[in-house]
């Protein structure tokens, strides 16, 4: 494992790394053994986005950790066949994209999960993306923005550049070693369903007063937070100093 990260997989990288968060797909029941929602569950789908530098050295590297898992399962199960069954790693199954193409291995029958969750690794020519949602992956291969292009103008403050609102155009004129863009606001509203989900099955059916108050306390509490608009940084390296600039923006919510 050493060498296959040391020999084949960093070299393949180009330092870049970036989480991205996204909740637009919804059920109202993700797998069978949950009890039904009354309203739509956002699916928090997070993914991992990586820089390449060599693509088909990053591809190679994933099929080598497949195979030295592999190689670890049958010596497991030679150690003591009566207890260690044989466990043969499925292959994964392929699927082109715009801008790409998605490998994703389908969760077992058994787990009754949706087939919308599926572990899979996206790539182009140019990054990696990891998820457990290929429809996320497919929108970040295909370019989709994971929020609307309204924001982050934190940047116009720091280059004093182009006040339109185009993240791109205001950046300063230099390489950003960080950039952080959060909508708590939507966050929260994604969190709520998700909560008031959780407060009908824990309570008894007996309790609908109580139940009433209780989601009535929490939904106030999501809309007092759901002001909280936006949290944009970016941060980059000038001279021996790191500047840092960040701005949070609040707005009434209906």
Not at 141 to 153: N, T, V
Not at 165 to 171: I, M
Not at 194 to 212: F, G, M, V
Request: with cysteine.
């Amino acid at each position: 494992a050493i060498s296959i990260t040391r020999d084949r997989l960093l070299p393949s990288l180009d330092g870049q790394v970036a989480w991205i968060l996204d909740g637009r797909q919804t059920s109202t029941q993700w797998a069978d053994w949950m009890p039904p929602a009354d309203r739509p569950l956002p699916l928090p789908s997070l993914a991992w986005v990586l820089g390449l530098k060599n693509a088909p050295d990053f591809l190679a590297a994933c099929e080598d950790y497949r195979a030295l898992l592999q190689e670890m399962l049958a010596k497991v199960h030679d150690l003591d066949p009566q207890q260690m069954p044989s466990i043969k790693l499925p292959v994964a199954e392929q699927r082109e994209v715009p801008g790409g193409s998605i490998s994703f291995y389908r969760l077992p029958a058994a787990w009754l999960i949706r087939p919308q969750i599926a572990p899979n690794r996206g790539h182009d020519a140019k990054l990696a993306v990891l998820s457990y949602s290929p429809q996320h992956t497919a929108r970040i291969l295909a370019g989709e923005p994971p929020m609307a292009a309204e924001a982050p103008r934190v940047a116009d403050a720091a280059s004093g550049a182009d006040k339109t609102g185009n993240w791109q155009a205001s950046l300063p004129p230099k390489p950003l070693t960080r950039v952080t863009h959060v909508r708590p606001g939507d966050l929260m509203q994604a969190i709520e369903p998700w909560l008031l989900y959780a407060i009908r099955q824990a309570l008894p059916d007996d309790s609908a007063e109580e139940t009433a108050k209780i989601m009535e306390h929490l939904q106030a509490a999501t809309r007092l937070l759901a002001c909280w608009k936006d949290y944009e940084s970016v941060e980059y390296r000038e001279d021996n100093a790191t500047i840092s600039w960040s701005r949070s923006t609040f707005a009434d919510r209906p």
